[in-house]
């Protein structure tokens, strides 16, 4: 009797994001549709909230909770630079070590040493597995260093189980420091394919550390096309979506970009008929939010709120007339629908994401750097310029996703060789 191949999907979700959920449950419905009699085990660093959001798949733990302990005692994976984060550092490295020689005892079929069941558990299905399927992401940069070294982990324990590890529309780079660098070509060398979402600066990344060839190619972030509700969310016909969070600044910095906003909404408000839908990705967004309707209350913006369906998110968004933000997936989300975006930025990071997003469907100059003295003055030009041309700007998306499409039936016609 021929044997069950079994796929094991990883990814960024697991964690209240909006973006990282949309991909995971594309990714699984593309899966499942393309090879019905493989079985299809979603690995999951939250069991409980991703059997809520897609019951209708297998679930089992990620290797940050499996491995690394994530959110339980001796938590090793939530590493940071402050005091009470950075000893995790030499400790992370020794269990890694650790789970390393465990591999090769799970592999001669040796008994494991020093490993709890749920961590045998984990390195026994990547043994058994047929492909490590990675969903797209944002996990493999510098300014993610957990989720960037838990990649290293789980493509370094595959390469050792010999089970195949095919990249889906990640955003990969922004090394930070040597030590990363080398680490990176050490754990990625293996990957038989490593899709990119954005057109440039993640292959450019990878060409550094000297990761090359055709097997590295660009294609679409997984949630291009997830699912939308089928109902109208917002009572009005006539709105611009607006995302901006407070990820990573400090007290002052947020302050800045409060008002930094509201001289973006102003104009709008000011401009046109429209009204403003401010739109969270996390349940922390809504902090930004209720900050800035304390200090600028407006009846014309309201704020939607927060529900782990994306569905409803996206709906939201391919309602609107514009979409204005500073976080990645809401750009997805309205690529998607043909509603044109303007991006916003204020650092490598988001530009690495933001820009490189925007690039994919030739819109990259709609970007706005916060930081720089003129961006105002860069909005205004932007914001106008889709008034103007917002037909010509939706046939240019619209012609870009047939470029896409094509890339990532590509990376799906390698995955099925691999399958074979």
């Not at 990620?62 to 550092?89: C, H, M, P, Y």
């Not at 910095?253 to 401010?278: P, S």
């Not at 700007?393 to 060789?417: G, H, M, P, Q, Y």
């Amino acid at each position: 009797m021929q044997k069950v191949k079994t796929i094991l999907v990883a990814g960024g979700y697991g964690g209240n994001n909006l973006g990282d959920e949309a991909q995971c449950a594309e990714t699984l419905k593309i899966l499942t549709n393309r090879y019905p009699n493989c079985r299809i085990i979603n690995l999951t660093p939250n069991i409980e909230q991703s059997k809520k959001l897609h019951p209708e798949f297998f679930h089992d733990l990620a290797s940050r909770v499996a491995l690394f302990n994530q959110n339980e005692f001796f938590d090793l994976f939530s590493i940071g630079k402050s005091i009470t984060k950075i000893w995790r550092v030499p400790f992370f490295w020794f269990k890694a070590i650790l789970v390393f020689f465990n591999a090769y005892l799970v592999k001669f079929e040796l008994p494991t040493f020093l490993l709890n069941a749920k961590a045998v558990k984990y390195l026994v299905e990547l043994n058994d597995a047929d492909l490590f399927y990675f969903c797209g992401c944002g996990c493999l940069t510098g300014h993610t260093l957990s989720r960037l070294w838990d990649g290293f982990v789980f493509c370094k324990l595959c390469e050792i189980f010999d089970t195949p590890v095919v990249m889906s529309g990640q955003t990969i780079g922004l090394w930070h420091n040597k030590f990363n660098e080398i680490l990176a070509k050490w754990a990625f060398k293996s990957v038989k394919i490593i899709t990119v979402r954005d057109e440039e600066f993640s292959l450019n990344d990878l060409e550094k550390i000297g990761i090359k060839g055709e097997h590295c190619f660009a294609t679409h972030d997984d949630a291009l096309y997830c699912d939308k509700s089928e109902y109208k969310i917002i009572n009005d016909n006539n709105y611009v979506v607006v995302h901006f969070h407070y990820w990573g600044m400090k007290r002052k910095q947020r302050e800045i970009y409060i008002d930094k906003i509201n001289k973006i909404v102003n104009y709008i408000i000011d401009n046109t008929n429209y009204n403003i839908v401010f739109i969270p990705m996390t349940p922390t967004d809504t902090d930004s939010f209720d900050d800035y309707l304390k200090k600028y209350p407006n009846d014309r913006i309201m704020v939607y709120e927060f529900n782990l369906d994306f569905r409803k998110i996206r709906r939201v968004i391919a309602d609107s007339k514009m979409c204005i933000t500073m976080k990645h997936h809401p750009i997805i989300f309205a690529m998607g629908e043909d509603v044109p975006t303007i991006g916003l930025y204020f650092s490598h990071y988001y530009k690495h994401k933001n820009v490189g997003a925007l690039s994919q469907y030739g819109l990259e100059k709609f970007s706005v750097n916060l930081e720089e003295n003129g961006y105002y003055e860069q909005f205004m030009l932007l914001f106008n310029d889709i008034l103007i041309n917002k037909e010509k700007i939706i046939s240019t998306i619209k012609s870009r996703k047939k470029i896409l499409n094509a890339r990532k039936e590509k990376f799906l016609e390698n995955v099925d060789l691999i399958l074979k």
